[in-house]
């Protein structure tokens, strides 16, 4: 994997485009194997995930024309029912593409999906929640089957607000036979852009945003073409890059807020113009809306240059803090007990040779070695090319000097 070199200590400062949101684009990618003809997509971000995404649907028997920022997919002809282990392997949201192919054919065989090592990411709700809508379930080394002659719509009431495991029930329910409710859903903004795009396509899915959402089956959808909202996590990346630096910047595209930082929302942007120092904050990480795990790593960063102490709660996943490590490499002081992480704000990082753990530990890195004296080499920045289009070239925009120094396989 290659690596980014970056000479920390210069101040950001301009404009810049945020992408279309990963997290949508990976479930709207799926959702178009429930239309039976053509689907136009615009803004999905050119990054690995999306790209592993098109293979799989390339592989089932979609038809994929790319031209300027558009995707059109034909899934007309879809031949094949399962998911190949070694694009399911790549990242843990093919398992989305099984609510898809699941919800067109009543049938579907994947093994467990692979994805970043922040916890152990189990499926089983997704499984349970299939089960109820009356598909029977077989697994068979390290391989599952579900089948069923038609998808019963159901009441589900999730345990967890799991993201994946109520994208993939809607998926799965938008030709069932009656009404799915689905009770504790995720509110996530990329679920309430899931649910526009399929009602644009002619689902019928009300409530979505909210803990209740409802699906009605239909007997047919229509094509449809659809933007991609833009991505939240990136958008906050980008700001979170600017405040290290004490800079200042305009995020065109965005749909968004404590540190001290200076921030207006107007018309679609955001502008921030960082304090003198940043402010020590606590922040705990809970299903939207509260604050959004994917920002935790990005976040700790820049508080560990903050004025004071600052605690970190991490709910969502327990394997979040392989980061940590590489960033005490750079001079931060961090302890971790199990899930949680006190950041002790100190004067200054320094640079240092640290490696990606993950796909948002590697933008922490990268967030960090923006205000590191000297340089700052981010090994296995593959991690970071799975979910940010551009992060070094958007970086270098606004300032920054990141260069990338390939790494022969
Ligand atoms: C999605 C996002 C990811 C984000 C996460 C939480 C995508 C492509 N990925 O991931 O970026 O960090 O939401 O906001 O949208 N769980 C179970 N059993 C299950 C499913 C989940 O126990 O069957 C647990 C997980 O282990 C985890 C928690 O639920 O502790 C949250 O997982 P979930 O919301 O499902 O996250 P993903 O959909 O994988």
Redo the contacts with the bound molecule.
């Keep these: 994997m290659s690596s980014y070199i970056i000479e920390g200590g210069r101040r950001l400062e301009g404009e810049v485009e945020v992408s279309g949101s990963?997290?949508a684009s990976?479930?709207i990618l799926a959702a178009t194997i429930l239309n039976k003809g053509n689907t136009k997509l615009y803004n999905v971000p050119n990054i690995h995930d999306t790209k592993i995404t098109q293979e799989i649907l390339k592989y089932l028997g979609c038809k994929i024309k790319k031209n300027n920022g558009k995707i059109e997919i034909n899934s007309k002809k879809i031949i094949k029912r399962e998911i190949p282990e070694q694009l399911m392997r790549q990242m843990?949201?093919t398992v989305?593409l099984a609510g898809a192919i699941l919800g067109r054919f009543k049938e579907v065989t994947f093994s467990y999906p692979g994805?970043c090592d922040i916890?152990?990411?189990?499926?089983?709700?997704?499984?349970a929640a299939f089960k109820k809508l009356g598909v029977n379930i077989s697994e068979d080394s390290g391989f599952i089957t579900c089948k069923c002659d038609k998808i019963i719509g159901t009441n589900i009431d999730l345990d967890?607000?799991?993201?994946?495991?109520t994208?993939n029930i809607i998926l799965a329910s938008v030709y069932a036979d009656g009404i799915t409710k689905i009770s504790n859903a995720?509110m996530?903004p990329?679920i309430v852009d899931l649910a526009k795009f399929l009602n644009k396509m002619g689902a019928k899915i009300e409530g979505a945003g909210t803990n209740i959402i409802k699906i009605t089956g239909v007997e047919k959808l229509k094509d449809v073409s659809y933007s991609i909202m833009p991505d939240r996590?990136e958008a906050g990346t980008l700001l979170c890059a600017v405040a290290i630096t004490g800079g200042k910047v305009k995020l065109n595209k965005v749909i968004l807020e404590q540190t001290g930082c200076e921030i207006k929302i107007e018309n679609k942007c955001v502008c921030l113009k960082a304090p003198k120092k940043i402010k020590a904050v606590d922040i705990k990480t809970m299903?939207?809306p509260g604050f959004?795990?994917?920002m935790q790593s990005v976040f700790a960063s820049i508080l560990t240059i903050a004025k004071g102490n600052s605690v970190i709660v991490e709910n969502?996943?327990?394997n979040r803090y392989k980061y940590v490590s590489e960033l005490k490499r750079m001079g931060a002081k961090i302890t971790v007990e199990g899930r949680i992480a006190v950041i002790k704000g100190c004067k200054k990082l320094s640079g240092a040779t640290v490696e990606s753990t993950d796909l948002r530990g590697g933008a922490a890195l990268v967030v960090a070695g923006l205000v590191a004296k000297g340089t700052t080499t981010v090994n296995k920045i593959g991690y970071i090319l799975r979910g940010y289009e551009g992060l070094d070239k958007k970086l270098n925009k606004l300032g920054a000097k990141i260069t990338i120094k390939e790494e022969k396989e």
């Design positions: 990963k997290n990976l479930p843990r949201s989305i994805g916890g152990t990411r189990p499926i089983d709700l997704h499984l967890f607000p799991s993201v994946g495991a994208e995720a996530e990329e996590i299903p939207y959004p795990t994917d969502i996943f327990e």
